[in-house]
C-alpha cells in the first residue's frame, strides 16, 4: 500500500512542476540516475525464487529528436526461497547442522543476482509544454546473473565454506532481455526529475555448476532456461543541460 502511496504522490508532484513550465523545446541531455523497483518472478525463475527488491543506475543520452540510448544495471535481492532440502543431507537426529566444534549452527540463504545492459528507446511528449518529458519506452539487452548465497555467519561449517558452497549456489547466467515503459519527467526548473513505469524481462540462461551437492544422482540440466520476471521501477534523473532549454509561446 505505502508504494502505491508513494507512486500517487510521484504524479500529482509531477502534474504540479509540470504545469509551471510553459512551452520547453526539446534538447540533447545526458542523464543519471538512481532507482528502485521490485519483481515477480516467472518462468524457471519461480521454481527457485520469488518476489525481488531492486536497486540500479541509470547513464545515457536523451538527443534532441527524443531517441535515448545508455546503460541500465540492477543488483537484485530478496530472502524468498522456493528451493527445499538444500541442506537436508546435513541435518543430524536432532534436526541441527553442526559447526566445526559440533555444535548447532545457523545457516541462511539469499537469492541474489545482477543484471547489465545497453537500452535504447525514445520518449513521446505528451503535449508542447515540455517536449522533454513524456511517455518512454525502452528495450534492452545485455547480461544476468542469479544464485544463492550462503551464510554461516559467525559459524564454521565444513561442508558449506569456500569452494564446496558451489555445489549449492545455482548459480546461472546469460544474455538478458527487457522491455520498459513508463512515464518520464525531465525538469529544466529543479531537481524534481524522475521515471516511473512498469518492465517486462526474459533470461536466456544456464546453469553454470555441473553437480548440485543436495542431488548428487540427479544430473544438472544443460537446457536453456527461461527467467521471467515483470515488475515495476521509481527512479530519479539527474539531467546536465548544455543549455537552458528555451521557452516558446503561441499567440
Known sequence: MKWQ?????????????????SGVESLSIPVVGVHYGGAFS???LAARY???NRVGLTAGYKFKNNWSLGLESDFWFSDNV????LFDHLVDDAGNITNDLGLPASVLVYPR????NVYFGRLFALNQNNRNSGINVQLSAGFLLHHLRIETNDNVVPQLELDYKKGYDRLSSGLNLQQFIGYSFLNNRGAVSFYSGVYFQQGLTYNRRTLN????NVPVSTQRRLDLQTGFRIGWYIPFYSAQPREYYYN
Open 5 to 21: 502511496l508513494f507512486w500517487l504522490f510521484c504524479l500529482v508532484l509531477n502534474l504540479r512542476v509540470a504545469s509551471q513550465v
Open 42 to 44: 516467472g518462468g524457471d
Open 50 to 52: 520469488g518476489y525481488f
Open 82 to 85: 522456493k528451493l527445499t532440502g
Open 113 to 116: 543476482g545482477v543484471h547489465c
Open 213 to 216: 551437492y543436495d542431488q548428487p
